[in-house]
């Protein structure tokens, strides 16, 4: 395997997530169990196995590798891919593409599809993935990926197995949709993205911007500018519900121990050990 960019794991039960992510730098993540990931910054060189991304903002630091994306997996014969991104970047990366097709003498195959705050895409019966707003300094989105399942209604729930089948045969509607936020990823954003959008505080695991962690950083700034201070977990601690929180996106001031040191002050047991660093 080529190691051409960092990279962390965690396995939370059936899945395992990877990434890396630091402010102005480069971010990126994905889910190989379930076929996406986040971000385009850059790219690891594996994660051009994962044929469905999701780009948040337009960014460098966020979109830097999307022509090499597209470029390895036609080099490597793979399917094109399928990039979600915020609607107004769609005819812009288009542009981009064809600047690079010409630079670099080769086709660049793909299918970018614009995503507004709202909308939701279904990569599979089983698998969603809704787009919602966040504040940073360019339009951007974050995103959910739900587990949906259909269970059998409690009115029907004393019926035999032929019973179900018939009145499902008779046009009867027998089950209904549930959904589980399993992965949610907030990109850029200051804490009213985070409020906002609640939902990201009950996924099984939350991918998170932390940029900032010194005391001496004015809040007020870090919000203008579309970002989160470590202060901002503090305030909000009985709400996060995750039973992993990764927290990223740190900025290029600070020494990875000078992180760890000035969160384990702030947090002393982690949000209960849950809360990843991954600097
Ligand atoms: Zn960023
Ligand atoms: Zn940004």
């Known amino acids: ?66 022509p090499v994306y597209v470029a390895r997996r036609r080099m490597m014969r793979m399917e094109p891919p399928v990039i979600y991104l ?11 593409l064809k600047c690079i097709r010409h630079l670099d003498r080769g086709r660049l195959p793909c299918e970018l599809v614009g995503l507004r705050a709202g909308q939701e895409v279904e990569l599979s019966r089983e698998l969603v993935v809704t787009a919602a707003a966040t504040t940073h300094t360019v339009p951007s989105l974050c995103f959910v990926v739900w587990e949906r399942r259909r269970k059998l209604k409690a009115e029907f729930a004393q ?44 996924a099984q695991v939350l991918i998170v911007e932390m940029t900032f962690v010194a005391p001496s950083h004015r809040k007020d700034k870090i919000h203008k500018h579309g970002h989160m201070h470590l202060d901002d977990f503090v305030d909000r601690q009985s709400q996060f519900k995750n039973e992993h929180i990764i927290a990223s996106h740190f900025s290029t001031r600070y020494h990875p121990n000078q992180i760890q040191r000035f969160v384990e002050r702030a947090l002393p047991d982690m949000l209960g050990g849950r809360l990843h660093l991954w600097v």
């Open 159 to 202: 019926l035999t197995g032929d019973q179900i089948r018939d009145l499902r045969l008779s046009g009867t509607e027998v089950t209904y949709e549930i959904r589980m936020p399993l992965i949610a990823y907030l990109g850029d954003s200051s804490p009213q993205g985070l409020d906002n959008n609640p939902t990201l505080f009950d």
């Open 86 to 96: 915020p609607d107004y970047a769609v005819d812009w990366v288009d542009r981009m």
């Open 1 to 66: 395997m080529i190691e051409n960019a960092p990279l962390q794991r965690l396995t939370c039960g059936r899945f395992t997530i990877e990434g890396y992510s630091r402010a102005a730098v480069q971010t990126y993540w994905r889910i190989p169990e379930l076929k996406l990931g986040f971000d385009l910054g850059a790219q690891p060189w594996d994660f051009m196995g994962t044929p469905s991304w999701f780009v948040s903002h337009t960014h460098l630091d966020h979109l830097a590798a999307l």
